[in-house]
């Protein structure tokens, strides 16, 4: 069974977490790594930096049994998967230039998928380091698909309150309505909402508070006050309009109907798909705040910012919030 969750914070994670996580029932191996957004190229992608080999439950059989392919990264070099790997350009034998709060020119040490959802590239801790990619913040998790919706529970109890447990792959929901429903002509919600909507105080506390963490820092795992991660902050400034919001993208998806675009209101959400080795999961959310624009914090080492509404590739779906159903998904 290969990787089905991280365990992820915008500070270093206690030494030895990833082994007491690895005594619980149905993990299969997990590995501390470092992790963080940078741009490689001048595309914005998914990078982990590992001080040795990623144990084999967690990866695709190539990559894993690859004795060469390590080599190749411990001795500086990056090995490109997913969205990255796909590319033309990126040939073996070139070398890639990755942009974070330093920069590195790296050699390409090999295109494999890594089997790890969201990891666009692996590169030694040493070189992830270098380019600013914060330090021992993730921990990898494998665990046996008939065990991580226990599992998961078990972890979150495991790891401290301020880091974020998200999952990798989503179980098959029990019925249709664990997705968000569509609006009626006329309206109205689906009952599976619990209205009423957030009231015209709530939205504007909560864009009041988006827009007080402009130019603030956005960091994998940051959930507030003063860094964030996309999701951190949403769920920070619904707080800050007394309404109660799971942490992670997926989940926030969940807590309302489906909104048609012609029928947007500021304070609905906007979900996106960003893997395309991943296509089925949510990964990135943004506010919406009228006027064709949208609050979000993008990639770590980028502020928290406005910009043009974005409908086009990789976007999922824009949702209403229901208080009531986001405090009861938060807390279940």
Request: proline share 9%; hydrophobic share 50%; with cysteine.
């Amino acid at each position: 069974m290969r990787a089905g969750a991280v365990v992820v914070s915008g500070q270093p994670l206690p030494a030895g977490l990833d082994a007491r996580i690895g005594r619980l029932r149905g993990v299969t191996a997990t590995a501390m790594a470092d992790a963080g957004r940078v741009e490689v190229n001048g595309v914005f992608a998914n990078v982990i930096g590992v001080n040795a080999p990623l144990p084999p439950a967690l990866l695709a059989a190539p990559t894993a049994n690859s004795a060469e392919l390590w080599r190749r990264i411990a001795a500086g070099g990056i090995v490109v998967s997913g969205k990255l790997a796909r590319q033309d350009e990126l040939a073996q034998g070139q070398s890639l230039q990755l942009e974070g709060s330093a920069s590195a020119l790296l050699p390409i040490a090999g295109g494999a998928e890594v089997g790890i959802a969201g990891v666009d590239a692996i590169v030694s801790s040493p070189v992830a380091r270098r380019v600013g990619i914060p330090a021992s913040n993730v921990i990898i998790v494998g665990a046996r698909s008939d065990r991580l919706a226990i599992l998961l529970g078990a972890v979150k109890a495991a790891a401290p309150q301020s880091a974020a447990v998200v999952p990798l792959v989503a179980a098959p929901p029990a019925r249709p309505e664990s997705e968000p429903t569509p609006l009626g002509r006329a309206g109205q919600a689906d009952p599976v909402a619990e209205g009423p909507v957030m009231s015209p105080v709530q939205i504007r506390a909560l864009l009041a508070a988006a827009k007080s963490r402009v130019g603030m820092p956005s960091v994998w795992g940051g959930d507030g006050p003063d860094q964030f991660d996309c999701s951190g902050l949403v769920q920070w400034s619904m707080a800050q309009a007394g309404i109660m919001m799971p942490r992670v993208a997926a989940d926030q998806a969940l807590t309302g109907p489906m909104v048609p675009l012609g029928q947007l209101q500021p304070g609905d959400l906007l979900f996106y798909r960003e893997d395309p080795a991943a296509p089925g999961v949510i990964s990135h959310v943004a506010i919406y705040i009228g006027n064709e624009q949208m609050l979000q914090a993008p990639a770590p080492g980028m502020d928290v910012e406005i910009v043009s509404a974005d409908f086009g590739i990789g976007f999922a779906r824009a949702i209403r919030v229901y208080p009531k159903l986001a405090a009861r998904s938060a807390q279940g």
